[in-house]
């Protein structure tokens, strides 16, 4: 992903993963973009100063402050663990961000596809929270179009692998779209190199048209 | 607060944490219960908050990352992992400034972290305050914007703009020392 990014995260979704409170799909996303997007990475660390100051100003209830806390025993002394040595990615892995990477052990060759549609597959994270939403990857074969579904609430998708367009643009790899509530699209994959992207909505996405409602009642999307 | 980290980093220093503790512990417990903790778990999220500060204080220096953004960014993650049992997908923000920054800051603009900290709580400071309101709701309540927008009753697309404005001020605030 060495290409300039050119779509990056809202300013509103970024604070939101600033502030811990962005859906766990979504967050997925946003970090999986900002491990790759030195402007982004930037932008949070602006944010996360936000949080620091308004922790910082909190007022400190009365009791508390007139409590007598005992003084802190003497934590042992642990000496800082070596950051752990990232094993060599292979190139099949290298489209996965190190994010999903970490927490799901998956690199680009363990990733058992589903067929959803002719020229379409995914993989769904399964995820812990309730409100963690829907998180999966989609593969596109070149010139597919992507089935066209509404959302319930926001959907991010962060192209790690080809490229995507719509009637707003073009989406290259780091590149990370944000569709809002109930928009229905259907975005192409690319000609040549077809897509393949992290997705991730609110709610579980629901595909629509013919072949998507048959997709979803063999496989309860 | 600064020098309260770097002399439990570099000393090891149980004088400087001991201060840094007085002073932060009620600030995150209050933090911890506004998210629904009970006191007593809120009092032993923000003793895990700092003793995390202590152990990880050597990984500190003060040409990285501002330290109160690292004990703003260990609370909110202990936040979401043990109050919410959701997934972290946050970062301490000295990493990222660690993996994508040139680590190469003069010491003589270590005082910047201060002045950007100076800069933020002015700029919060002179916020309308509805723009101000939906920050507190978003940072120390954790509210989600939705839930902001039912709160205030307001359309969803409000409160984002309110939040775009507020950050746009805050960063421009933060714009010459960058």
Redesign the interface.
């Known amino acids: 992903m060495t290409a300039i990014i050119q779509h990056h995260v809202d ?2 979704t970024l ?10 799909s979504l ?2 996303v ?2 999986a973009h ?1 491990s790759t997007c ?1 402007h982004c ?2 932008e ?18 009365l009791q ?2 007139g ?1 007598d ?1 005992p ?2 025993p ?2 042992t ?4 663990a070596p950051a752990a040595e990232e094993t060599a990615v292979s190139e099949d892995s290298a489209i996965i961000p190190a ?1 999903i990477r970490k ?1 799901f052990g998956i690199s680009g060759k363990n990733i058992r596809w589903q067929r959803l549609a002719p020229g379409v597959w995914h993989y769904r994270f399964s ?3 309730e ?2 939403g829907d998180l999966r990857l989609l593969k596109i074969a070149p010139g597919y179009r992507m089935l066209e579904h509404g959302h319930g ?1 926001t959907e991010l998708t962060l192209v790690l692998e080809g490229a995507f367009s719509d009637s707003t643009g073009e989406y290259l790899p780091g590149d990370i779209q944000e569709v809002a509530d109930e928009i229905e699209h259907s975005p192409v994959a690319d000609k040549v190199a077809g897509c393949i992207c992290l997705i991730a909505s609110e709610e579980r996405a629901r595909f629509r048209g013919v072949v998507g409602k048959v997709v979803q009642a063999w496989t309860g999307l | 607060m600064s020098d309260l980290l770097l002399r439990i980093a570099n000393d ?1 220093s ?1 004088e400087a ?2 201060a840094l ?2 002073d932060y ?7 911890m219960m506004r998210q629904g903790a009970n006191p007593a778990l809120a009092d032993e999220l923000a ?1 895990e908050t ?2 995390t500060v ?3 204080a ?2 500190y220096s003060r040409d990285r ?2 330290p ?2 690292w ?3 260990i ?3 202990l ?2 992992d043990r109050l ?4 972290v ?3 301490l ?1 000295d990493h ?2 660690e993996t ?2 040139a680590p190469t800051v003069a010491p003589d603009d270590a005082m910047s972290l201060t002045q ?2 100076q800069r ?2 002015k700029a ?1 400071a002179t916020l309308p305050d509805e723009q101000r309101e939906v ?2 709701l ?3 309540d ?5 839930e902001i927008a039912r709160k205030l009753s307001l359309p969803l697309g409000t ?3 309110r ?2 404005l507020a ?2 001020k ?2 421009s605030a ?1 714009e010459d020392l960058k």
């Open positions: 300013t509103a604070m939101s993963f600033s502030a811990g409170t962005l859906n766990g967050a997925a946003v970090a900002v030195s990475a930037r949070v660390a602006a944010m996360d100063l936000v949080g620091a100051t308004l922790l910082g100003g909190l007022p400190v209830p508390a402050a409590e806390h003084p802190m003497r934590p002394l642990v000496s800082p994010p927490r995820q812990d929270g409100n963690a609430g | 090891r149980s944490f001991n503790f007085k512990r009620p600030r995150i417990k209050a933090f003793q700092l003793l202590w152990n990880k050597a990984l990352g501002s109160t953004n004990i703003f960014t609370a909110r993650n936040r979401i919410r049992r959701e997934t997908w946050q970062e923000t990222h400034a994508l920054e950007r900290q933020v709580q919060l920050l507190v978003a940072y120390v954790a509210l989600p914007h939705s409160v984002k703009s939040v775009r950050y746009q805050i960063r933060l």
